[in-house]
Each structure stands twice: as C-alpha cells, then as structure tokens.
C-alpha cells in the first residue's frame, strides 16, 4: 500500500475519521443489522469513532456529527446512510459548521443501494453494507481540503417571452429594484392572452387583465422591454451571461445578465386533418374566441369535442387548460344565445380546484350537455352531424351542428427547441421545458441561473402562469441578492503540463464548461460552469484532466477496499 | 424542511399560535403565543431517550392513530424541529400524578414541567398565510360507513400503511387484522397472568388444572376453599384461553391487502359537504395502487372515479402506466354504498356506467380519497388577520393578483388558498415570497428616496 502511505505524508496530520452509521427509521436498519455495521466501521483504519443514529439527517443526528468533530478532532467524516443526491449538502455543512472542511466529507449509499434492494437478504445486506462502508473509508482517507469557488453576480435579468407570465416575473423583479430586459418576439407584449376574450372562471375580460399587466411592468424604469426581437445568442454562466439580442431590422444587441427566465410559452394546436377540421364550420376553441371577441359567433347547434390531438399516443399529456376554455365558451355561446344547444363531447371533465369545478356546475345549469365517450370511440364528424357512441344508455347518438368546436391542446412552440441548445436546458418528450425536479424545483432548471415559468414548462391558466412567474422573481432573488455567487469546488482541473490539447474532452463535455486555448494548444476548465460529472477525466488519453474529490488515487482506494 | 430549519434568515416558531395583528402594510405587530411545550428548546438535542422511557401511550395521530406514541414525543422522526413535546392532557406528571421519569432520563435537562406559555410581539413588514387544509372526515357519509367497518379507510391512512416507517413497516396489514393482532397481544397477556395463578394450585395439589378441573366440574363443587378458587380461576382462564385460541386460529389466514378499492370525490365535488373538485385525490389513489403494487406484484386496484382528473405535467402518462403496469383498473362512476361481506371484507356496489349494470364486488380493503378542507381555524385565523375568506372557506384572493389577500402586505399560497398539489404549492409559495418581498423594498425604496 505504497499509494496510502504517500497519501498519509502528504497529510500534515493524523487522519481521523468519524463514521455514521443511519437507521432510516427502519428504511435500512428493517433490513440489514446496522448495529453491527456500526461496530465493524468502529475497527476499520483510522477510523475513530462510529456510531448509529435513528436518522442522522435529523436535527438530533446533526448534532451528534458536530459534537463528535470537536470532541474526537475529526477531519473526515463519513455518513452512511441514503443518497448524496438529496443529503450531502446538508451534511457537507454542517461539517462545515462544525469547523470541518466540507470537502472532507464522504457519503456511503447503504439505502437506495443495499437496504433497499435486499430486503429479504438481512445478513447479506449487512454484508454489502459493511462493504460500502469501508470503501468510503479508504476513500475519505484520500480526500483533499478545497475551498469554494466565488464569481461574481450583475444583478440583471434577462426574460425571454412577454406573456402573462414573462411580464409578472418582470414586474416582480424590477418591483424588487433589479433591472430587467424583457424579450418578446412578436410586435406587442401579451403572448396568447391577445388571443382570447374572457377568462375563466370569473369572465373577465382579457383586454383588461392584459392591459394592466402591461402597463405595470411599462410603467417601470428598470424595465427595459424589445419587441419584435429574438435571443439570438447566450453565453457564460450564473451571475455573468452574455447574451445578444436581434430586433427585426437593425444591429444585434449585446447584454451583460445575471439570470434568465424562459418564458416563451406555448401555442394552441392546429388540428390539421383531424374531425374534419376546416376552420369554418369545424373550428378550434382559439377560432371560437375570436368569433366570440369580435361579435361574429353566430350558431344554433354546437358541438364541441374534447381532446382532439390529446392525450393519444402522439401526444400523451392532459392539456390541463381545454376543458375549462370549453366551459367558458359553451358558457358565453349560452349568454348570447340561450336557445342555442351546446353539446360538450368528452373523456374527463378536468375542471380541478373550486372555481372551475364550479363553472362545470353552473354550466350544466344553463343547459349545456356533456357527454362521455370513450377513447376507443370517438366521435365521428359528418353529413351535418357527430355521431358518438353514449356509453351510459349503450346506443349511438347523432347530435346535428351547425359549428363543431375542436378543443386542442397547448404544444410547445417551434423555438422552443432553439432554445434548448441556446442555453443549454432540456425539454420532455413533449418539448415543453424539464424543470430541476417536478415537484419540489418546479420553476428551476439543472442549469443553475435559468428558469422557467408559464405554459413553456407545462400548459397553464392564466392565473398559473402569474403564480409562476412572480414566483420565478423570488427564485431569482435568493440568487442575485447576494453579495456574491459560491459553487462547489467539485470541479475538473486539467493540467497544462500534460495535457496535449487533443480537445476529446470537449466534446464530451455536456455544459460546454471546457475551452481549447489555441495559444498554449490546451483545453481549461470553466469552473464555474463545470458540474463536476466528470466526463473529461474519464475521456482524457493523458489523464490530465481530473475531478476533485474523485481523483484516480481517491477511486483506487475505494475500489482497493473492495 | 432541513433546509428551513437551518437557514439563517428563518426564526422558527413551531407550536405557536398568532393571536393578534395590528399595523399596515410594511409595518405589522404581530403577537405570537408560543405555547409550552414543557421541554426546553435550547436544551433539547431531539435524541428521543425521553419518548423511550415515558411510560404512557397515547394513539399517534402522526399515523393517524394506527400506532401509538408516548405522552412526550416529536410528531414525527423527522421533523422540525426535533424539540420534543410534552402532551399535558396525557402527561401524568402534569396530571397531578407521580411521574416525571422524562426528566430524569433526558441527559440535557430539557424537561421543564414549570415551562408556561409565552406571549411574543413581532415586527414585521409582510405576512404569508400558508395555513394549508384539512383532511375531511368522512364519518358523515352514511353510505361508505368509514367509521363501522374497519377496512374502510382514508387515503393518508393507507399512507400511514405504505410508510416503511409507519404503524405496519410497510405491509398492507388490514385494520381489522390489526386489530385481531392486538386483540390476541391483549388475550395472551391475561392468559399468561391466569396461567401464573393457576401454576400454584397445581404445584400445591400436585395435579394439573384441566384434570382436577374435570374432575372437580363432576363432583359439583366439592372441596375446601382453595380448590373453589381453583376452579373459578380456572374458568377465567378457559374465558380468555378459549378465544384466544380462536382468534389465533383466524390470525393465521390473515394476509396482507391485495385487492383495493379506490374511491374518488369522497366529500369533493359533493354538495352535501364541498362543491369543489379537490385537485390532487385523483393522482394520489393513483400513486398509492402503484406503490402496493410495487410492494406486492399481486396486487389489483379499481380506482372509483367520476373523471379521472390527471391534469398536471406528466400526471395522465402516470395515470395510464398504472392502468398499464400496476394492475389499476380504472371505472367511471360513484359508489353507491360499501357492505360489510364475510371475512371483513368490504363490498363495494356502483354502477358500472360501461356494462350498465349495477354491481356489487369484494375488495381487501377501500381506500377513501378524502376532500381538501379548509382548515379548521381558518374562521379565526380569518377574523385575527382582518382577511376575507371566499365562498369556499378558503382565504379569498383575485384571480389577477392570486397571492394577494384582502388586506395589503397579507399573502397566502398553497392549499389555505385552494386545493392544489406540491408542484403548484412550491410556484405559488415561490410566488407569495416574491410579493413579499416586493413590497418590502418598495417600502424600503420609498423610505430612502
């Protein structure tokens, strides 16, 4: 083990190393013996003190970490517990807290990668699990003290889409005394809500509700607004983009942003071929707006179909929005006509939460029908009428028309793809933005300094799009309120004495996060943008290009250990 | 929740009451009640030794009284933050009786029983109202009969199943099983005790109880005083013996829930108790019959539903790979009534709106999806604040500024706004955060300039 003893030396003091050995509840100690885990870890080299927690991750297990580096001198410690993914900040600094370098912190998976999927393998679980526990050991051994990476931050925002919700994250952000440069590309801010008439559930008018909008985020100074103008290019990282925006005519405009929000939106389908769509007496609820909004609907029998175009093998998401724009149309048809016969053809009524639950109600009130079918049956369009198959009385039903309303879903927009590569954020099968976590990160991107909020992440009302984008504001608050940006310093490094500028690491490198210097013939690492995933040590032929944290002597004394 | 325990910036005050407000906008007193908890928050390291040795057992309504926990306790592993409570009404010590064994145990002197509630006043620029909901109770719905039958149950019951750190570990154990299981844990007690008893008769008389029992049952009450006492010891015995040996029997048949019986719109979209739809129920009957699908591959699930209402990004896909992969079936229509049918299984009738007839089938065990309430002080909460609430019971709000209350600096998100799920509630609370702030540094800005 000449490789250990060279690693001690390097070592100015003795390696101490604390062991935490987590129950889970009963998530890992269920199923593997983690009290004898814990008195195999207490043997193991260096190792000076191991013990058992409930759940290390609670406050009561947090501060048996930090007792125990002051009161055992620890200067590694190890957690074996869940996934570093969800954990290992927390632990990282409350090491940190405790007077510990965080980046002497080292995580063993005993959960989601032993308990978890032995559960009917108590002693071979236990096994594994003292396995994985002294491999993080011998690792935690080798790992090197580092110091946080600091850039700073322009307290700037780019939002690209002036919608409902790009103008509320602009108005937001600008009302917290942040400049704003907001990008719309068509000639007037407003996205799809210039399209429509009134809002579900109160019917308001949409003019209205757009005109306020725009004229609070205009009336800012720190709000500067390009219409008719496109992000042509984006460069740098968090806290120091640079992005260039092109107007329709005239020169390309060059801004320095600290984030950017993507609030571009999405567009209604065009049911090209579908129930015999021909924008006439077979349209689309967008084409009933309109007729609704300048006063030219005029109809008897209405039948409006459901998910037309969704929720079909093409496309297999709810669209979440047409069902109550159903409602409200068949609601306003109503209003002007009451004799009118509005039918509503259907698979499941999404009308969610209380008031538009409610309009369901009053709409059935007003004598507008729905009807079910099903999704192996759908209704057919011809000859003057829909037929479709009732499944309650089990009979075929033909309902005469004079308009067919197709209800479509919002798609994500063309230059949604464009986007994507611009800034480098991913998009679902759907092309709708993919956020950092569904649940919990809704408005953030993996990639840190970029949001989404709006019908560009997932269709949304009116409402849903202003909640999103105010709340894309306070998102990027917590960032450029700082004085300024600390990432992790588990980055790459390449060493300019071995490395050849070969350049294979680049195209590896999936956040463009590496530069070949023509001069000097190298490759260097952008530390910030790097995410530490490690790709360019894995490809380098020289080996010149290494992962903090995750250096070839740290790995081989893990994999040694095995 | 760690990562708002820790921040700098957040003061918690969990177990505390607001009891009045006074001020505008930009400038609010608050005053908080921070009621006792009868442990020492400074002192308390939440390490749980006290809960270990309180000798005093309270249902858990953290598992919503499927399991139980001690007269001091956190409601749950991990929460925050991890100060342990003490429950007055349970507490012995705090009863007036001899107790305090907590103190004595706890190694951080934390346990305080003088501790008495502490009145607050805060100054603050802005308010967010993030009072959450309620679960309904479904005990008033006369047809599904929640309360007789016991493997009726409420969805965040069966959560409490399907949690491996809940009352069962993870294993679809019926509640009437459960309560069999008890039953016998109870029976096997006495019957131990009995037994001690009659251990000593028969080592004083030298002859087991059953033959000097048969014999004494034929010689009608012959003998002394003691061999009386015998055989009326031996009678409570064969009383608790007798079904003991019974329910053990049953106990061995028991298995775990395999066949469920998902019923949507239980108090939503009903307008005996609430009109609205509740957004979320769908997708979490949904999760649950995947999740004990995945903890038992033969599991069957039928999720009882008037729509389906899977309306958020991913949710329908999610939806049908549960009708694809996890044995869900999905069938439109209400519930008419749940029976009690044999073996505490209960039965399900509805109409199957598809075959057009009305049914009536066997499940393991129904599981109920319970409307999203307003939550139960939220009247107070309301009239405290000087907010409106809307016709629903929720706080009232305007569908052009959602987060904003009816008194300016007042913000609410999440389900205390309306019924929604986690994704939502995280944008909006993002939202109501940002409102917040923007009206502080306004106010901020108007004073400087």
């Given at each position: ?6 690693g ?9 190393i ?17 009290k ?15 013990k ?82 002294r491999m ?35 108005e ?16 007037q ?13 109160d ?104 998910c ?22 068949a ?59 009732q499944?309650?009385i ?44 569904a649940?919990?990160?809704?408005l ?13 992440r ?54 463009g ?15 910030i ?21 995750f ?12 | ?81 991890s ?24 190694e ?42 016991p ?24 509640p ?44 009608e ?64 009957s ?7 699908y ?17 309306v ?77 609430l ?60």
């Amino acid at each position: 083990m000449a490789e250990k003893e060279r690693g001690k030396k390097e070592a100015s003091e003795e390696t101490r190393i604390g062991v935490f050995i987590c129950d889970c509840g009963s998530n890992i100690a269920g199923h593997l013996d983690c009290k004898a885990v814990t008195e195999y870890a207490a043997k193991l080299p260096d190792v000076v003190c191991a013990k058992e927690n409930l759940y290390t991750c609670s406050e009561a297990g947090i501060a048996e970490i930090q007792k125990a580096i002051k009161e055992h001198k620890l200067n590694r410690v190890l957690v074996a517990s869940c996934s570093p993914r969800t954990h290992q900040p927390l632990f990282q600094s409350s090491c940190a807290q405790a007077g510990m370098n965080p980046y002497l912190f080292e995580m063993a998976n005993i959960r989601d990668q032993c308990s978890w999927v032995h559960m009917q393998e108590r002693e071979e679980a236990t096994e594994k699990a003292k396995d994985l526990v002294r491999m993080g050991v011998a690792k935690a051994a080798f790992l090197e003290p580092q110091k946080d990476i600091e850039a700073s931050l322009i307290p700037r925002v780019l939002v690209i889409g002036g919608g409902v919700a790009g103008i509320s994250a602009a108005e937001s952000l600008a009302g917290m005394g942040l400049e704003v440069i907001l990008v719309e590309k068509e000639d007037q801010l407003g996205g799809v809500l210039n399209q429509l008439h009134r809002l579900a559930p109160d019917g308001d008018g949409a003019d209205e509700r757009l005109s306020h909008l725009v004229d609070t985020v205009t009336s800012k100074s720190n709000v500067k607004i390009h219409t008719g103008s496109l992000v042509e290019s984006v460069a740098g990282y968090i806290g120091n983009f640079e992005v260039a925006i092109r107007p329709k005519e005239g020169e390309a405009l060059k801004e320095k942003v600290g984030c950017i929000v993507v609030a571009v939106g999405a567009v209604p389908l065009e049911p090209k071929g579908l129930y015999g769509y021909d924008g006439k007496t077979i349209i689309t609820q967008a084409e009933l707006e309109q007729q609704l909004k300048r006063g030219a609907f005029k109809a008897n029998n209405v039948v409006m179909i459901q998910c037309v175009g969704a929720r079909c093998p093409e496309r297999e998401y709810c669209s979440r929005i047409c069902c109550m724009t159903a409602v409200k149309n068949a609601m306003l048809i109503k209003e002007q006509n009451p004799e009118a016969q509005v039918h509503v053809l259907y698979r499941d009524m999404q009308m969610y939460g209380t008031k538009k639950e409610r309009m369901l109600w009053d709409a059935r009130g007003q004598g507008v029908r729905f009807d079910v079918y099903e999704v192996d049956q759908p209704p057919e369009v011809g000859g003057g009428v829909v037929k479709f198959e009732q499944p309650l009385i089990g009979e075929k039903r033909e309902i005469p028309y004079d308009l067919v309303v197709l209800s479509t879903p919002l798609v994500a927009r063309e230059e949604a793809s464009m986007l994507s590569q611009l800034l480098r954020i991913p998009m679902d099968q759907n092309h709708f933005f993919m956020e950092a976590h569904a649940k919990l990160r809704p408005l953030d991107f993996a990639t840190d300094g970029v949001f989404v909020c709006g019908s560009a992440r997932y269709p949304a009302t009116v409402e849903e799009a202003r909640s999103q984008g105010l709340g894309v504001a306070s998102r990027i608050a917590t960032v450029l309120f700082k004085d300024k940006l600390v990432t992790s310093a588990i980055v790459a490094e390449i060493n300019p004495e071995t490395c050849v500028g070969c350049q294979g690491c680049m195209e590896m490198c999936p956040y463009g996060a590496i530069v070949y210097i023509r001069e000097k013939n190298i490759c260097e690492v952008n530390t910030i943008l790097c995410k530490g995933c490690g790709c360019c040590a894995a490809t380098c032929p020289s080996q010149s290009a290494l992962l903090k944290g995750f250096k070839p002597q740290q790995l081989l004394a893990q994999i040694r250990a095995m | 929740m760690l990562d708002v325990g820790r921040h700098p910036n957040i003061e918690l005050m969990a177990y505390s009451d607001v009891e009045r407000l006074e001020g505008e906008a930009g400038d609010f007193k608050v005053t908080v009640r921070r009621k006792a908890r009868y442990v020492d928050e400074d002192k308390c390291t939440g390490c749980g030794a006290c809960a270990e040795k309180c000798p005093t057992f309270v249902p858990d309504a953290f598992n919503m009284g499927l399991g139980e926990r001690k007269a001091i306790y956190s409601w749950f592993a991990q929460g925050i933050p991890s100060t342990h409570t003490i429950d007055a009404e349970n507490c012995r010590q705090l009863q007036g009786k001899k107790c305090g064994i907590c103190k004595k145990t706890c190694e951080a002197d934390a346990v305080n029983f003088e501790q008495e509630d502490r009145v607050l006043e805060l100054h603050v620029g802005a308010i967010i109202v993030a009072s959450g909901y309620e679960v309904f109770d479904p005990s008033p719905i006369p047809e599904y009969r929640y309360r007789d039958i016991p493997n009726v149950i409420t969805a965040l019951e069966f959560e409490r199943l399907l949690s491996a750190s809940g009352p069962t570990g993870g294993h679809l154990d019926r509640p009437s099983d459960l309560a069999a299981k008890a039953e016998i844990a109870t029976l096997e007690k006495k019957a131990k005790k009995a037994r001690k008893t009659l251990e000593k008769f028969e080592e004083k008389f030298g002859e087991s109880s059953s033959e000097f029992f048969k014999r004494y049952e034929g010689e009608e009450s012959e003998g002394d005083e003691d061999r009386k006492r015998w055989a009326e010891k031996y009678r409570d015995y064969l009383a608790v013996a007798e079904p003991l040996a019974a329910l053990k029997e049953k106990a061995e048949g028991f298995t775990v829930a395999k066949k469920l019986a998902f019923i949507q719109c239980v108090g939503s979209r009903d307008l005996r108790f609430y009109p609205f739809c509740s957004g979320y129920c769908c997708m979490h009957s949904i999760k649950e019959a995947i999740i004990a699908y995945e903890h038992e591959p033969e599991t069957r699930s039928v999720i009882f539903g008037m729509d389906i209402r899977a309306v958020g990004k991913g949710f329908e896909e999610y939806k049908i790979r549960g009708g694809n992969q996890a044995g869900i079936s999905y069938v439109r229509g209400r519930v008419a009534e749940i029976t009690e049918a044999s073996d505490n299984n209960p039965m399900v009738t509805y109409e199957d709106t598809r075959e057009r007839i009305v049914k009536s089938e066997e499940f393991d065990m129904v599981i109920l999806a319970t409307a999203c309430a307003p939550s139960k002080g939220i009247n107070e909460l309301a009239e405290i604040l000087g907010i409106e609430l809307n016709e629903f019971g929720f706080f009232k709000t305007d569908e052009s500024q959602p987060m904003d209350t009816t008194r300016p600096g007042i913000f609410t998100c999440g389900c205390a706004h309306s019924p929604m799920d986690i994704p939502e509630s995280v944008a909006q609370a993002s939202g109501a955060a940002a409102r917040a702030a923007q009206i502080l540094l306004e106010s901020e800005m108007r004073k400087a300039s």
